[in-house]
């Protein structure tokens, strides 16, 4: 899924850095300049999170803050509370607030580990590579970061307060904690598709009551739907058709941009078939995620028998998307069938 900001302003300040000052690399996995970098950009992370996590408390047995870090996390959130001027909601148990920033930290620790292992060659240990486990210490310790890591704050406890002060009255942190926007919660929850009827039959009727937009309430002869936003769009046909970069394409080409960075997967509801769009020249069919009662699809929708949803069926879909297989199940499909290399895609 995207990266979140981060990891990205890290990435710049760590590749910039060696040309401002002169590394002093000694084999762990992050030469000194990085680690600075690395603690303050992991320290802005933490606030970040602890702005804008909504976790409500539930009222579990953890009310009291007793150990070390969570009784720290909860001296750094009321800071913030204060020089918030109150705007943050109040919270009381360390323990939600760890348990947030933790879950809400894991990402950034792994792609920063991943980040450092390219950049300065130190292997992984064996323990982050194995899976099922959370690895949080097994990361702190490669990333050269304490297990407690609200210690950070504590390290240079002036300049952190001036800092975090400073990002608390910053314009959008205040609009943000205000409501006058919006904002990215952390821990952030992974993206899905759309949630789909189990009964066929219900998206038929609401592509039967769709009608073209711009060819005023005509009905449209290829309704089909984003799987990623649930727009209906009015497929192939001329009436729909825009302009992009100079060359005509229609509706899902276009809305593949605007809502896929051009990446797009659709339900073409008259045929019951999934369409995968890659780029203006680059498509596929794939089979869709509804069965009849003998566990076969209906492609073309010859048979008319009732259709039900398989989840095992879209959860492979939804993984093709989570893994960016999108484009790469295209080429499969357009070596394994040479017709699909001719087909005018980006008019769909
Ligand atoms: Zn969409
Ligand atoms: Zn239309």
Same mark, same amino acid.
């Given at each position: !899924?995207?990266?979140?900001? *981060? ?23 992050? /030469? ?10 992991? !320290? ?12 409500? %408390?539930?009222? !579990?047995?953890?009310?009291? *803050?007793?150990?070390? #870090? ?19 909601? #109040? ?5 939600? &607030? ?14 920063? *580990? &991943?980040?450092?292992?390219?950049? $300065? /060659? ?16 097994? @990361? ?10 609200? =210690? ?7 300049? !952190? ?15 943000? @904690? %205000?409501?006058?926007?919006? *904002?990215?919660?952390?821990?952030? %929850?992974?993206?899905? +598709? ?17 009608? =073209?937009?711009?060819?005023? /309430? ?26 992009? #970069? ?30 995968? +769009? ?26 008319? $028998?009732?259709?039900? @949803? ?24 357009? #070596? ?13």
């Amino acid at each position: !899924m995207e990266t979140c900001s *981060a990891v990205k302003g890290k990435v710049g300040l760590v590749l910039a850095f060696p040309a401002l000052q002169c590394q002093d690399f000694s084999g762990i996995s992050l /030469g000194t300049g990085d680690l600075h970098i690395f603690h303050l950009v992991t !320290m802005a992370h933490i606030i970040q999170i602890l702005l804008t996590s909504c976790t409500e %408390e539930n009222g !579990m047995d953890q009310e009291n *803050a007793s150990g070390e #870090e969570e009784l720290a996390v909860l001296a750094l959130y009321k800071t913030l509370h204060q020089y918030t001027g109150s705007a943050l909601k #109040e919270m009381h148990s360390g323990w939600h &607030l760890l348990r947030n920033v933790r879950a809400g930290i894991m990402p950034f620790l792994r792609c920063s *580990a &991943l980040f450092f292992h390219y950049l $300065n /060659g130190v292997p992984s240990p064996p323990e982050i590579q194995a899976s099922g486990t959370s690895h949080f210490e097994h @990361l702190c310790n490669y990333l050269s970061l304490p297990n407690n890591f609200i =210690c950070l704050f504590q390290e240079n406890k002036e300049i !952190m307060k001036l800092l975090i002060e400073s990002w608390c009255h910053n314009i959008e942190v205040k609009r943000y @904690l %205000e409501g006058e926007r919006d *904002a990215i919660s952390y821990p952030r %929850e992974s993206n899905k +598709l759309i949630d789909l009827p189990e009964d066929y039959s219900n998206l038929i009727n609401q592509a039967s009551n769709f009608s =073209c937009p711009k060819s005023g /309430g005509d009905k449209s002869r290829a309704p089909t739907l984003c799987l990623v936003c649930g727009t209906l769009l009015c497929s192939q046909s001329y009436c729909c058709q825009t302009e992009l #970069e100079g060359e005509d394409v229609g509706a899902c080409t276009a809305h593949t941009y605007s809502c896929g960075s051009g990446v797009g997967i659709f339900l073409r509801v008259r045929e019951c078939q999934v369409l995968f +769009l890659a780029g203006k020249t680059k498509g596929c069919f794939y089979s869709p995620p509804y069965l009849d009662d003998y566990g076969e699809t209906d492609q073309g929708l010859r048979r008319g $028998n009732p259709l039900h @949803l398989c989840r095992e069926r879209f959860k492979k879909i939804q993984k093709l998307w989570h893994q960016h297989s999108i484009t790469e199940e295209i080429g499969h499909a357009q #070596e394994a069938n040479q017709t699909l290399v001719g087909i005018d895609w980006q008019h769909l």
